[in-house]
């Protein structure tokens, strides 16, 4: 084995900003995880999935049409538990949307490991 090989990761492990890859998914995916953490990188990631959404394979394109849902689903389960709030229910709703989040990106990361397009990118549960 080459040194080169030894250190470089698989292919499959790369992360890419070149809309359309394998590689570009998978960034937005980890972005989302990270967004959890630092505020302003979940939209910077949507907009990453938003500029792949017709570009590359069919398989790219099907997550990245998962990660803007994924996305734009969140926005709504926190809004409405923003509303809800002062019911006290909003919080607990809040923090379902959080788990339903993770999950969510942790199914698409999963699935594209795996190759395979996500499993019911539509669905609003999990």
């Given amino acids: 084995m080459s040194p080169e090989a030894a250190i470089s990761p698989p292919p499959a492990a790369r992360l ?7 590689g570009q998914a998978r960034l937005v995916y980890w972005a989302f995880l990270l ?10 990631a949507a907009a990453l999935a938003w500029r792949a959404r017709t570009r590359g394979d069919d398989l790219t394109q099907s997550h990245a049409a998962n990660q803007i ?7 709504v389960y926190v809004l409405i538990g923003l509303a809800l709030t002062y019911f006290l229910f909003g919080v607990l709703l809040i923090m379902a949307a959080i788990i339903w989040y993770i999950l969510r990106v ?12 996500p499993e019911n990118p539509q669905s609003w549960l999990f």
Wanted: proline share 8%; net charge positive; charged share 10%.
């Fill in 16 to 22: 890419s900003f070149t809309p359309g890859t394998s």
């Fill in 35 to 44: 967004g959890l953490f630092l505020p302003g990188l979940n939209v910077i």
């Fill in 69 to 75: 849902s994924i996305f734009w689903r969140s926005v």
């Fill in 106 to 117: 942790l199914r698409g990361l999963k699935s594209l490991s795996a190759g395979l397009p």
